[in-house]
């Protein structure tokens, strides 16, 4: 643990943070020491100028192995996942990709004697069962989706490898995570960014959880903040390790439709819920994530509003430069 970072690998680095993760790594600690790991899609122009890229498939640790030896690293961020809508639909896929996947991250790290690995888990953790205001740190862990359990699970393996292996794994349960560079990749908490998106475009919208669906969210410049801020802290300050939770804002749907149309007055959303109101509803509305804020210092700085003007001022412009 006291070795410097020097060679750091993101995996899932094409996906939605991990493609803003590792340009802020980059900017953190030099394009040549963050090696940026995609599974099939072509990196956009950034990633690809900005340091090394390769492919991999976690689910084949031969090929991450070969990318960890080559390099020379030292930490992972690990990112690559089927999250929740996906994993219902493919529930198999979601075991293999998010089980086999950090089994063989964490194998890796451990025989190569690894400084760090980060892996994040997710409000998905929780089910019908947890208390939904204000979800305490410790409480009842029932998930009733794949992407929950292999969430439940990951966090449980990672921590034994922390106390078993001794090995500096970290994780936090993220939110909604809401931004405007890579659009999401398969979750219950998609609406919150496509209603952005649609509002630039065509001013309607048509949501797939009821206007009054409450979830945690979190922009990205927090998502990013609170995944660097983690890895950095001291670890004789940390008494949990892979399940931080943490938190920022919480909103229904209809208030976020309610923010938006105070920026675009005509703008219209319309609510007809799919199968992803099932998996909203088992979530929390709110977190108490007192536990981060005591042990590491979190401290998100973006509210509903705040992130409203930066999102619809991002997408805007690409959309007035015929880029969206
Ligand atoms: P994403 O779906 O946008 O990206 C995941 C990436 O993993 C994709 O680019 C995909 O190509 C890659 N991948 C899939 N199968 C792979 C395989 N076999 N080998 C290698 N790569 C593979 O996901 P994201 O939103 O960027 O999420 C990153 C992490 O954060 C995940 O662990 C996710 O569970 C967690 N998380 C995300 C959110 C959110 O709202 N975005 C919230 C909570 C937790
Ligand atoms: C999803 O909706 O699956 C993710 C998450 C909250 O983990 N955004």
């Given at each position: 643990?006291?070795?410097?970072?020097?060679?750091?690998?993101?995996?899932?680095?094409v996906?939605?943070?991990g493609s803003?993760l590792?340009?802020?790594?980059?900017?953190?600690?030099?394009?040549?020491?963050?090696?940026?790991a995609?599974?099939?899609?072509?990196?956009?122009?950034?990633?690809?100028?900005?340091?090394?890229?390769?492919?991999?498939?976690?689910?084949?640790?031969?090929?991450v192995?070969?990318?960890?030896?080559?390099?020379?690293?030292?930490?992972?961020y690990?990112?690559?996942?089927?999250?929740?809508?996906?994993g219902?639909?493919?529930?198999?896929?979601?075991?293999?990709?998010?089980?086999?996947?950090?089994y063989?991250i964490?194998?890796?790290a451990?025989?190569?004697?690894?400084?760090?690995?980060?892996c994040?888990?997710?409000?998905?953790?929780?089910g019908p069962q947890?208390?939904?205001?204000?979800?305490?740190?410790?409480t009842?862990?029932c998930?009733?989706?794949?992407?929950?359990v292999?969430k439940?699970?990951?966090?449980?393996?990672?921590?034994?490898?922390?106390?078993?292996?001794?090995?500096?794994?970290?994780?936090l349960?993220?939110?909604?995570?809401?931004?405007?560079?890579?659009p999401p990749?398969?979750?219950?908490?998609?609406?919150?960014?496509?209603?952005?998106y649609?509002?630039?475009?065509?001013?309607?919208y048509?949501?797939?959880?009821?206007?009054?669906?409450?979830?945690?969210?979190?922009?990205?410049?927090?998502?990013?903040?609170?995944?660097?801020?983690?890895?950095?802290?001291?670890f004789?300050?940390?008494?949990?390790?892979?399940?931080?939770?943490?938190a920022?804002?919480?909103?229904?749907?209809?208030?976020?439709?309610?923010?938006?149309?105070?920026?675009?007055?005509?703008?219209v959303?319309?609510?007809?819920?799919?199968?992803?109101?099932a998996?909203?509803?088992?979530?929390?509305?709110?977190?108490?994530?007192?536990?981060?804020?005591?042990?590491?210092?979190?401290?998100?700085?973006?509210?509903?509003?705040?992130?409203?003007?930066d999102?619809?001022?991002?997408?805007?412009?690409?959309?007035?430069?015929?880029?969206?």
């Amino acid at each position: 643990m006291a070795k410097e970072t020097k060679k750091i690998l993101v995996t899932g680095a094409v996906g939605q943070i991990g493609s803003e993760l590792t340009l802020a790594l980059r900017e953190r600690y030099g394009g040549d020491n963050v090696v940026a790991a995609g599974h099939r899609t072509q990196p956009g122009e950034a990633l690809r100028d900005s340091g090394p890229f390769e492919f991999i498939d976690v689910r084949r640790r031969e090929t991450v192995e070969e990318v960890v030896k080559r390099y020379n690293i030292d930490t992972i961020y690990h990112l690559a996942a089927i999250l929740s809508a996906v994993g219902e639909e493919k529930p198999l896929l979601a075991w293999d990709v998010n089980m086999n996947g950090l089994y063989n991250i964490l194998e890796v790290a451990r025989q190569h004697e690894m400084v760090r690995v980060f892996c994040p888990s997710s409000i998905a953790v929780f089910g019908p069962q947890t208390p939904r205001h204000n979800t305490p740190q410790e409480t009842i862990l029932c998930p009733t989706t794949m992407y929950g359990v292999t969430k439940v699970a990951g966090e449980l393996l990672c921590n034994y490898y922390v106390r078993r292996f001794g090995l500096d794994v970290r994780g936090l349960r993220y939110p909604g995570i809401i931004s405007a560079e890579t659009p999401p990749g398969g979750g219950t908490t998609d609406y919150a960014v496509e209603i952005y998106y649609e509002a630039i475009r065509h001013r309607r919208y048509t949501c797939f959880v009821r206007q009054d669906t409450v979830l945690p969210m979190m922009y990205m410049p927090d998502c990013l903040k609170a995944a660097m801020d983690l890895m950095e802290a001291d670890f004789a300050q940390l008494r949990h390790h892979a399940d931080y939770n943490v938190a920022a804002m919480s909103f229904s749907a209809g208030e976020l439709a309610a923010e938006i149309q105070k920026h675009i007055p005509d703008f219209v959303c319309e609510y007809r819920p799919d199968f992803r109101q099932a998996i909203a509803d088992s979530w929390p509305r709110s977190i108490d994530d007192s536990a981060a804020r005591q042990e590491w210092g979190w401290q998100p700085a973006y509210d509903l509003a705040a992130m409203t003007v930066d999102m619809l001022e991002k997408l805007g412009r690409r959309h007035a430069e015929g880029r969206l």
